[in-house]
Structure formats: C-alpha cells, structure tokens
C-alpha cells in the first residue's frame, strides 16, 4: 500500500527553544518496498513514523495511506491509531509482561472481535512465521530479547496490516544477534511482499534492509534513493559521511569531461564522478570511501590518482588493516587488506579509481 | 573488615532489642495474671479477649474499616498519579504538595477538623447546610464508619499516590501504544494493559493502606469512638484505659490478632514489590510520552483534583485556625467574627500541661529523629553494603517493626518498661519511637546507599584515602540526601506520635498528640486548635528548614 505524506511540519519548544521536528515534508513511499528512514537522534525519523502511526499528531500536512486520508491539519482529519490497520514493532519491543506469548501475539485480533478458533489458528499460523512454533503458554517475561523482538513482529503482523512499521527494532539485541537477524529480516519481508517503514540511526541496518533510504537531517528528508546511489554517489557532504566513512578534500575543479571532472586539491589533483556537473572554476568536495584506497604495488608516477604517503596511526583489526596516510599535510583515513605486509612510518604507494571517487557541492 | 564484623552483630543486638522485645514481651504478658510481675502462667486472658461478645461487631469494624480505607486511597492515588503522568491536566506542581503537604499535618488535627465540620450535633458544614436548604437535621454524620473511611482514605492517600505514581512513571509507554497500533481504543487499552501491568504496584498500595489503618489510632479515636464504632487499636486502648487496673493481659492478647495480620500482610507486601521488579520494563530511549489531551475535560478534571488538594490541606488549617479564635464551636458569622479573641492561645501558652507536652515532643522530635538517623545510617550500610548472611537477618529485622501496629507495640513495651527504673520518663518513648519507626529512617538511607556504587568508595581508596576518610569525603557528602530525607519523615512523626504515646505517656512525659487526644476527649477544641496550629507550624518548621539545609549541602558537593 503506497503512503503519501504531504508538507508535514511539526514543531515543538523544549527550553524556551524551537526545534522543528518535521520541516514541511513530502514523501511518496511506494507500495511494497522496504522503505528505511535513517538519520542521526534528533533528525525527526521517529517523529514522522509516530505520525504515520497516529501516536502523534503534526501541526500542518497531510498523511495518505492508500487511498485513505488518515490525517489532515486542513481537512481536520484524525483517524486514531487503532483504527489505521498497521503494524509495528517497538524499539523495546513492547511486550505486555502480564500476558503469555499467546494473548501478546492474539491481542489485535482479539480487538477484532474474531471467533476464538479463528484467532488460535491464526497465532499458530504467525508463531511458525517467526519460527516460534509451540510458544503459545510462554509467559512474556521468559523469552530472550530475540525471541521477545519475534513476538513484537508476530504481533505486528497476525493482523495481516496494510504496512508494517519498525521503530529501531534491533538496537536492543547484541551485535551477534543484530547482524543474523538482519539478513533474516530481509529475507522475511521481501517474503512478505509488504509495505515497511524502518527508522535506524544504522547505516548498516538501513543499507542491508532496504529497497529506498530517506537520509534525514534536522527535520527535513536530505535525500532519498536505492542504497547503492546512495552509498556510492551521493548529493552531499552529509549523507556521504553518514551512509559510509569519507575521506572529504575540498579543492577547485581545474577540468570536466563527461561524467569526470579533474579537482585540484591539496594532496594533488584527483579525477573523480562528477554526477552534478559542477562547472570549472567551482569549489568543491571530493570523497573518497577508505575501502576503495587500495596500495599501488606496480604503478608509475603520473598515473591517475596515485598518490606518495606515509603511512601512520596503522592497527590491525583482524579483517582488515586500518591507518592514516599522511600525504602532504593531509591524512587520508583508509583500510588496507589484512594480507598485506606493511609497517607503521613506511612510505608507501596508494591508488583510488575515479569512478568511485564523487563530487559533490562543498 | 574487623569493622564490618564486629559492626553487624552489634547492631542485631540493638535492632533485636529495638524489633523482638516489645513482641516479646507481649506474647509473655499475654498468659499473665496480673501486671508488673512475671508469675503464673494462665489462659484466662485470651479466653476473655476472645469471648467478648463485642468482638465479632469490632472485628468486622476493622475489616470494612481498612478495606474500605484501601479501596479510597487506591483509587484516589490511581486517579491522581494517572492524571498528573498521562494527561496534559494543568498546574501539576498542585500534585507534588499533595504528597507532602499530609505530612506536615497531623493525622489527629485532621481528624479534629473533619470533626468540626461535620459532625451531626453542632458541625460546621452541617449547620450551613441545613441553614440554606432548610434542613431539620444534620446531612452528614462523620462519627460513623463511611465517615472514618472517608477521613482514613484521604489521609492514607499520599503512600498510596508514593507507591503509584513512581510505577505510573516509570510505565514504558510503548506497552501503551503498541496496543492502539493493535486496535485497541483508549478505554480497552487502560483496563486491558495499564491497570493489568500496574497490578503489582496497586495490591501493594492497597495492602500497605490496610497496614497503616489497621494500626491508625487517630480516626478510630477521634471519630469511631463518639459513635461507639470500635476497630482494633481503640478496641485495645479501652481495654487500658477504662475501669479500676487497666488490663494489659487481655490488652496483649487481642494485640496478639493485630500483630500477626499486620506481619502477614508486610511480607505479602514485600513480595509483591520483589515480583514487581519481575515487570519493570526499560525504556530504550528516553522518549517524552505523548500526553492525552483532555480536552474540554480539562479544567473540570482539575478543578477535582483542587477540590481535593484543598481538602487535603488548606481545609483542616483554616477550621483549626478559625476555631482557635472562638469561645466554641459556631458557623461563620457576624456574631461569629465578633466573639474572636485569644483566649484559647492564652490559654493553651500558659497550660503547665500543654507547655510540658509541647517541650517533650520537641525533645522527641529533634533527639529521637537524630538517634534515630544515625541507628539508621549504620543498619542501612551494613544491609546494603556489607550484604553476609548476618547482613541479612538484620534487614528482616528491621523490616520487621514496619508492621508494627503501634498500640500493640507500646503495650509490649509496657510490659517492658515498667519494670526498669526508665518507667514514665521521656526515654520510654523515645526508644519507643524509635523501635517502631526504624524501616522510615532505613529506607531513605538503603535508597541512597545503593546509589553510591561501589567503585566510587573503590576509588577512593585506590586515591590513597583510609577507610574514615573515604567515609567522611565521599560516602557521606552523597548520603546527605538520604540523611535528610530520613530525618524529616522521623522528626515529623515524632512530634505527631500519637498511638505508642497514648499508651506509654505518664504524667511528667506528656506528648503534643496525646495532649490534643485529652482536649478533644473533654471537647476544649478552641485550646485544641491553638496548640494544633501550634503543632503544624513545629512540623512544617522541621521540614523547610531541613530542606532548605539539604539543599545548601547539595549545592557544596556541585561545587558552586
């Protein structure tokens, strides 16, 4: 079921301040996408999922799900949130610790009014979706946090909702567990063939998750697009930093060709995407993500986005290699194979392609 | 560590005696003969306790009286804490001198009060009313058990609101929201999730309610026995107080009834706050709940909520000041206005009496509170901190006289008592006092023991610091809170005691609440109201200066 939110503003006074949760909103979220909302705490996500839930209300705009208005500040339209047919689980997942797993996982129906067979079957049929098969007589307060997160998601799902929405619904799970039951999760829904909202302040959640990412800052929807779009080739400074770790060097474009353009910087000129087309003579950023530095072993100087450093502040983390190459003045964060032989201080070659370097507005 | 151990026997010793003496000593004096002296065990006690033919009316007396009281307080509490957490009901502040303010008023001047107002011969309220409407008798008569219940209510309603508004509180709300998301209305989502996931919380109000007015003595004193409404504690004290030799056998004996309900109900309480912990739930993130918009409810809501604050407290203060002022009772008037004068705080100031109760009461108050704090501070550290299996027997001990009922209690300790050369001196009942109000003073410490974590006195000493000087620098400055907290809930009871006083206090150790039972007994209410607001202005004293004083120290350990 598509969602259309239109010029949703909300704005609130915490001491004596004006904080703009939502800054005028506009969202068309498609039918049966995973759609993430991700942005730092503050940025208004939780509050614009609260909205479209209904546990809140904006000052002005509009929220459309289907074909139905479910809020309008104009129209003075309020349909309250038992009445909206979602689903959703709670960052803390909300179980009632006076129920068993039964009653948590039967209450939307239950306020269905539906026979009672019907309602037992189709919590069984909802438990085995979640793996949780014969769980019916657990008392709430004995299951583990990720058998309680498969409780809240059969719960928000036993009433078989138009959308099913997530409120940071791993942040309270170990980082084991956080990462199987992310690709189990994805799986799961596109299973599912359903429409769902996820908010995360996770970049990895939001990137693994998703069919759309709105990237959110202060109130306002900075960009929106595919996870590799956005990973690879952003808008801006923001989301590049955001989505992935950036290595962001500010320069003036001396040349542009295409989609590449040439920057002169500090550390040298870089070739990198020049996806905006910013003109010559512009001054500009140009990112480049630590994994795509990769050591030269065999290249000669001249070359395109080669570049002489030294290397410093280098650990081992099992995986990977991590340090700072200094070039110049400049240092370069980067991530270096774990095969490789290399030593703190030593002078070393390293390359980057232009096609995963970008540029983007500074 | 030779600290520690020599510390925690020393204090079973002192607790014990503070705890299971007066127990004791009552079951002993429960087969005695006769008073004073040890010998010859009998029956006969229990056997005429037990068959008095009142007994059954009184017994059931009490149960409708504390189950009543329970249900008023509970519901009032729920009602009040859910209004000031959940709702967006103005001036909020108004709930917080709710919960404080019964504190500085003692329980007997409120009773005194409601008296004045309400009852049937000559009540305030009652003479307006049949003024304006004409009526030919008395529309309300507090000397009966719905009045008792009302009055029990109200003043048992700050530990109610104390045990529910901090679960209300810390309710995580997302309980709430996700069962509207599941469809359920506001209406199905209070009694289905809310109230079922309080449910804890709200058995052990209501149980610590009928706790406290199974051992009031104020309401059944001053508005049961006018009407000739006996519950247990007044049940009791006309057994001791009537006739030629007060009868402390058969005193001990029915007390005996008392005692056992009152500890069986403390542990099922204590339980039930244990299980509770089983159903906190933590928050994720310290999101602000969405309050419920009341709407046009609003204001009449809270003009409720003011109609009961002012009750609670700015009700009983102008009844006693007003009384104080007049030769009797009267409705407000003219004539009424005309006929004030001083006399009655003449009177009261220079009653040899009253100046003497007054005076012992300070003594109490002040010392007993200051005794009684630093007893505390030590049981607190070792039940907290020291945590051996001693450790352990001293809590129990000491959770053990919160189940005191106190009439029972200082008849136990009677029987103690009276054959030490301490008999009819102060120190009677302060240790009295102190034996029944210890949980009071340990609690707030416990609280704020446990708050100082470890590491903090770990790295203290790690800094080079002795045990004393960690003590002195660091545990302490962070107990002051819990110091001052301990200390005004202890010196304000003890300036108000009335139920162990009414039995331990002789001439030469006379209380203020036992002076005030005496003045309304004879029906002087004028010199009663004098010494009341007397009273009042001692308790709040006590507490704002305290306060304020807590506040100062604070404010040295910020460092500004």
């Not at chain 2, 002296?37 to 504390?66: C, H, Q």
């Not at chain 2, 104020?218 to 000739?228: E, N, Q, T």
Request: some cysteine.
């Amino acid at each position: 079921m598509q969602i259309q939110i239109k010029g949703l503003t909300k704005t609130y006074q915490t001491e004596g301040k004006v904080v703009r949760a939502l800054n005028n909103i506009n969202l068309t979220i498609d039918a049966n996408t995973i759609f993430t909302l991700l942005g730092p705490s503050g940025c208004g996500k939780t509050t614009l999922l609260r909205a479209i839930v209904g546990l809140e209300n904006a000052d002005e705009g509009e929220i459309i799900i289907g074909d139905e208005i479910v809020w309008s500040s104009e129209k003075n339209i309020f349909i309250p949130p038992e009445k909206r047919g979602l689903g959703m689980v709670f960052q803390t997942y909300a179980i009632w610790p006076h129920m068993n797993v039964f009653d948590n996982v039967g209450y939307p129906l239950q306020n269905q009014n539906l026979p009672k067979e019907e309602i037992k079957q189709r919590v069984a049929e909802t438990l085995k979706l979640v793996q949780l098969e014969g769980f019916e007589n657990r008392p709430a307060t004995k299951l583990s946090g990720g058998q309680q997160q498969r409780v809240a998601l059969a719960r928000a799902l036993v009433a078989k909702p138009k959308v099913i929405l997530f409120d940071e619904p791993l942040s309270n799970l170990d980082a084991k567990l956080r990462e199987d039951t992310r690709k189990e999760l994805r799986s799961f829904l596109n299973g599912l063939g359903i429409t769902a909202i996820y908010v995360t302040h996770d970049r990895i959640e939001a990137l693994a998750l998703s069919d759309v990412i709105a990237v959110m800052r202060a109130g306002k929807i900075v960009e929106k697009g595919a996870p590799k779009k956005i990973y690879f080739n952003p808008d801006s400074a923001f989301v590049a930093d955001f989505i992935g770790r950036a290595n962001l060097i500010e320069g003036t474009i001396t040349e542009h060709d295409g989609e590449f353009a040439t920057i002169h910087t500090a550390i040298g000129d870089i070739r990198g995407l020049n996806s905006h087309h910013l003109p010559i003579g512009n001054n500009a950023l140009i990112c480049i993500r630590p994994e795509f530095i990769h050591l030269a072993h065999a290249q000669k100087e001249g070359d395109t986005n080669l570049f002489k450093g030294v290397m410093e502040n280098l650990v081992f983390i099992g995986e990977a290699y991590e340090g700072d190459i200094k070039i110049n003045d400049t240092l370069l964060t980067t991530t270096i194979e774990p095969t490789e032989d290399i030593q703190a201080g030593s002078e070393i070659f390293i390359s980057f392609a232009p096609q995963y370097c970008f540029i983007i507005e500074a | 560590m030779m600290k520690k151990i020599t510390l925690t026997p020393a204090l079973i010793i002192i607790v014990g005696f503070l705890t299971i003496c007066p127990v004791f000593m009552l079951v002993l004096g429960s087969f005695m003969e006769g008073f004073g002296s040890f010998e010859g065990l009998t029956l006969s006690k229990y056997i005429t306790a037990y068959t008095d033919p009142g007994l059954k009316e009184m017994l059931l007396n009490t149960l409708i009286f504390t189950l009543g009281s329970a249900a008023v307080s509970t519901i009032l509490a729920l009602f009040l804490a859910y209004m000031n957490t959940r709702t967006n009901i103005p001036f909020k502040f108004v709930f917080k001198i709710i919960s404080i303010i019964p504190m500085m008023i003692p329980h007997i001047l409120f009773c005194v009060s409601w008296a004045l107002l309400l009852n049937p011969s000559n009540g305030i309220l009652n003479r307006l009313l049949m003024d304006v409407f004409g009526l030919e008798s008395a529309l309300f008569n507090i000397y009966t058990l719905p009045g008792m219940i009302l009055v029990e209510g109200l003043l048992d309603l700050p530990i109610a609101y104390l045990i529910i508004a901090p679960a209300m509180n810390s309710f995580d709300v997302s309980l709430e929201e996700s069962s509207k998301v599941c469809g359920a209305s506001h209406w199905q989502t209070l009694m289905r999730i809310t109230l079922p996931v309080l449910r804890p919380a709200i058995l052990a109000s209501i149980i610590l309610v009928i706790v406290r007015s199974l051992a009031s003595f104020a309401v059944p004193s001053v508005l049961g026995m006018p009407g000739r409404i006996y519950v247990l504690p007044t049940h009791i004290y006309k057994i001791i107080s009537s006739g030629f030799a007060a009868d402390y056998g058969q005193a001990s004996a029915i007390g005996m009834s008392a005692l056992a309900a009152s500890i069986v109900l403390i542990y099922l309480y204590r339980y039930l706050t244990s299980e509770s912990s089983r159903f906190v739930t933590i928050s994720g993130r310290g999101f602000k709940p969405t309050l419920i918009d009341l709407k046009a409810y609003k204001y009449p809501l809270f003009t409720l909520v003011g109609i009961l604050s002012f009750i609670l407290i700015i009700l009983p203060v102008i009844v006693l000041l007003y009384t104080s002022f007049l030769p009797y009772s009267m409705v407000p008037s003219l004539k009424a206005f005309s006929m004030m004068s001083l006399k009655n705080w003449y009177e009261v100031l220079k009653d040899p009496l009253s100046l003497l109760s007054l005076k012992n009461s300070l003594i109490l108050g002040i010392g007993g509170a200051t005794l009684g704090v630093i007893l505390s501070i030590f049981v607190a550290y070792v039940i907290v901190k020291v945590r051996t299996k001693a450790a352990g027997i001293l809590e129990s001990l000491s959770f053990l006289s919160f189940s005191f009922p106190g009439i029972v209690i200082g008849v136990g300790f009677m029987w103690f008592f009276v054959q030490t050369p301490l008999y009819g001196t102060i120190w009677v009942l302060l240790i009295a006092y102190i034996a029944t109000y210890l949980p009071y003073g340990i609690r707030p410490m416990s609280s704020a023991f446990i708050q100082i974590h470890s590491s903090l006195e770990e790295s203290s000493r790690v800094s080079g610091a002795g045990a004393w000087t960690t003590m002195r620098r660091i545990v302490i400055p962070l107990l002051i809170p819990g110091i001052v907290s301990g200390w005004i809930l202890m010196a304000t009871m003890f300036v108000r005691e009335l139920t162990v006083s009414v039995v331990l206090s002789r001439p030469g150790s006379e209380v203020l609440a036992v002076q005030i039972l005496r003045f309304s007994e004879d029906g002087l209410w004028g010199q009663l109201s004098a010494l009341g607001i007397i009273m009042i202005i001692i308790s709040s004293t006590l507490v704002i200066l305290v306060t304020m004083l807590g506040n100062k120290f604070s404010r040295i350990q910020a460092g500004s």
